[in-house]
């Protein structure tokens, strides 16, 4: 299975994007899906979490500014930002999990400016 997001940019402070990441099996298969972030020389942080049945749940850091969705149809999920803000430059990572096993995507960047 591979996971390939795409989407990311640059936009200016308070600006949207919106995020996508394309399964290429069912995303019905994983346990549930997530997006992370990294900035260079830290950790990956996680952003948004979407389980199989369909609840989400998001870091205060994004809360009430990030909505994840899926589309089963699709294979596809997203990740809808809004107000962004210079601190959530990263390149962003889809993830999907099934029975312990993980799968990244490689990641699109998103740039925000000030």
């Known amino acids: 299975v591979q996971l390939v997001e795409s989407g990311g940019g640059t936009v200016q402070a308070g600006g949207s994007l919106r995020l996508s990441c394309a399964a290429s099996a069912s995303i019905g298969d994983f346990n549930l899906m997530a997006w992370y972030r990294q900035i260079p020389g830290k950790q990956r942080e996680l952003v948004a979490t979407?389980?199989?049945?369909?609840?989400?749940t998001y870091p205060d850091s994004v809360e009430g500014r990030f909505t994840a969705s899926r589309d089963n149809a699709k294979n596809t999920i997203y990740l809808q930002m809004d107000n962004l803000k210079p601190e959530d430059t990263a390149v962003y990572y889809c993830?999907?999990?099934?029975?312990?096993?993980?799968?990244w995507g490689r990641g699109t960047q998103v740039t925000v400016s000030s």
């Open positions: 979407i389980f199989s049945g369909g609840t989400t």
């Open positions: 993830l999907g999990a099934f029975l312990g096993v993980n799968v």
